[in-house]
Nanobody, 117 residues
């Protein structure tokens, strides 16, 4: 069973930066597409960004607009989300997810990101 644990969330002022980490255990991390999603109360969970197993490709949502970067370290079973130029509307719980080629089947517990204006 794959377990994902996010860390790095917190409170930051608008315009600031945060780096989230997601450590994976179990499964074969290096074969998974890894992604980040976010959710705010009363809204559906939305896709943020994802990265291919070999880091050759990334995919991001339109609202990212170059502000966020995803990376991974397969030797350490960890994926990162670097978020720059944060806006109050980026406030959400951020979730890490793993796709073993059948869809995002494994999820972390989430980490809160709060951006103050």
């Amino acid at each position: 069973q794959v377990q994902l644990v996010e860390s790095g969330g917190g409170l930051v002022q608008a315009g600031g930066s945060l780096r989230l980490s997601c450590a994976a255990s179990g499964g074969t991390f290096s074969s998974y597409v890894m992604g980040w999603f976010r959710q705010t109360p009363g809204k559906e969970r939305e896709f943020v960004i994802a990265i291919s197993p070999d880091s050759s490709r990334t995919y991001d949502a339109a609202f990212v607009k170059g502000r966020f970067t995803i990376s991974r370290d397969n030797a350490k079973n960890t994926v990162f989300l670097q978020m720059n130029s944060l806006k109050p509307e980026d406030t959400a719980v951020y979730y890490c997810a793993a796709d073993p080629s059948t869809g995002f089947a494994y999820w972390g517990q989430g980490t809160q990101v709060t951006v103050s204006s």
